[in-house]
């Protein structure tokens, strides 16, 4: 199954579905910016909310996606990337340091600490069941639970109270 798919799968509510879509978008969005340094983030959100988010494209189905939580999510993780890194270096053990996370395991927990740390609107429990979700339609090992693991020390760290 995509990832795509996944997303699409997860949650039957309309809006809920609509936010889970957004995520997986951001993350999509955010390695496309990642292989591509020279894009503009502005550009590429526009190319996904008009080309590809409630559209087939390959035989896969992007969901529509809640097209501000989407946006804010890229614009947000490209802005303060490297607080977000520093915040996940610190939820990280001494042996897994942040650079040897895999690309799309780095973005997910990036874009998961950038909506724990930013949206205070979406409670943590949803945030981190969501980006582990995620995680799980990309990885079939341990990336999963170190993405849990990480964004549960995040989570602790930045939201204990909405815990």
Do not use: C, K
């Given at each position: 199954m995509s990832a795509a798919a996944a997303a699409d799968q997860r949650e039957?509510?309309?809006?809920?579905?609509?936010?889970s879509v957004a995520r997986l978008a951001a993350v999509q969005a955010l390695y496309q910016l990642a292989l591509n340094p020279g894009l503009d983030p502005v550009?590429?959100?526009?190319?996904?909310?008009?080309h590809?988010?409630?559209?087939?494209?390959?035989?896969?189905v992007y969901g529509e996606a809640d097209e501000a939580l989407f946006g804010d999510l890229v614009r947000g993780v490209v802005r303060h990337r490297e607080h977000l890194d520093q915040m996940i270096a610190a939820a990280?053990?001494?042996?897994?340091?942040?650079?040897?996370?895999?690309?799309?395991?780095?973005?997910?927990?990036?874009?998961?600490?950038?909506?724990?740390?930013?949206?205070?609107?979406?409670?943590?429990?949803v945030t981190l069941a969501e980006y582990v979700a995620i995680a799980h339609a990309f990885f079939d090992g341990k990336e999963p639970v170190?993405?849990?693991?990480?964004?549960?020390?995040l989570a602790r760290a930045l939201r204990a109270a909405d815990l």
């Open positions: 039957p509510q309309s809006g809920s579905r609509r936010r550009s590429v959100i526009g190319e996904f909310v008009h590809r988010l409630g559209r087939e494209i390959d035989g896969d990280l053990s001494e042996d897994w340091p942040l650079s040897r996370l895999e690309m799309i395991l780095r973005l997910i927990v990036e874009t998961a600490a950038y909506e724990l740390a930013h949206r205070p609107d979406i409670p943590p429990r170190l993405a849990n693991g990480v964004l549960n020390r």
